[in-house]
């Protein structure tokens, strides 16, 4: 991670508050976050969740988010419920809900990212 430092648009990990957590999740969401230079509040980008399983995990994504980001499209990189960082328990179900909610309303939030043209 410390090394994307030196990259036009380097990865920043942002842990989210887990606001819904109950029933066993942990209180954090761990999140992956790349943003196009050209991103600002009067020109939002894009946004595509990229939402990783068993195959993967957050870091192995940097090659494919490299592309997303000469095209001008932000990422947000998140774990599976179940798997690696994720905090829902997965023996809860409505875990996954709550993640997602919490989530979506970080990329609400964030006045470069234009959260109606987002892609999962």
Same mark, same amino acid.
């Given at each position: 991670?410390?090394?994307?430092? !030196?990259?036009? /648009?380097?990865?920043?990990? /942002?842990?989210?508050?887990?606001?819904? @957590? @109950? %029933?066993?999740? =942990?209180?954090?969401?761990? /999140?992956?976050?790349? #943003?196009?230079?050209?991103?600002?509040?009067?020109?939002?980008?894009?946004?595509?969740?990229?939402?990783?399983?068993?195959?993967? %995990?957050?870091?192995? %994504?940097?090659?494919?988010?490299?592309?997303? #980001? =000469?095209?001008?499209?932000? #990422? /947000?990189?998140?774990?599976? *419920?179940?798997? $690696?960082?994720?905090?829902? %328990?997965?023996?809860?179900? +409505? $875990?996954?809900?709550? !993640? &997602?909610? #919490?989530?979506?309303?970080?990329?609400?939030?964030? *006045?470069? &990212?234009n959260?109606r043209? +987002?892609? @999962?």
């Amino acid at each position: 991670m410390k090394g994307t430092k !030196l990259w036009d /648009v380097p990865i920043k990990e /942002v842990v989210l508050p887990f606001k819904d @957590a @109950a %029933n066993g999740n =942990k209180d954090s969401i761990p /999140v992956y976050v790349r #943003t196009p230079a050209a991103a600002t509040k009067e020109k939002p980008v894009p946004i595509i969740l990229l939402i990783i399983d068993l195959d993967g %995990n957050r870091p192995d %994504n940097s090659e494919r988010t490299d592309d997303f #980001t =000469k095209r001008g499209w932000a #990422t /947000v990189i998140c774990d599976i *419920p179940g798997v $690696a960082d994720c905090p829902s %328990n997965k023996h809860d179900p +409505l $875990a996954p809900e709550r !993640l &997602f909610t #919490t989530i979506l309303d970080y990329i609400e939030s964030v *006045p470069e &990212f234009n959260a109606r043209k +987002l892609i @999962a």
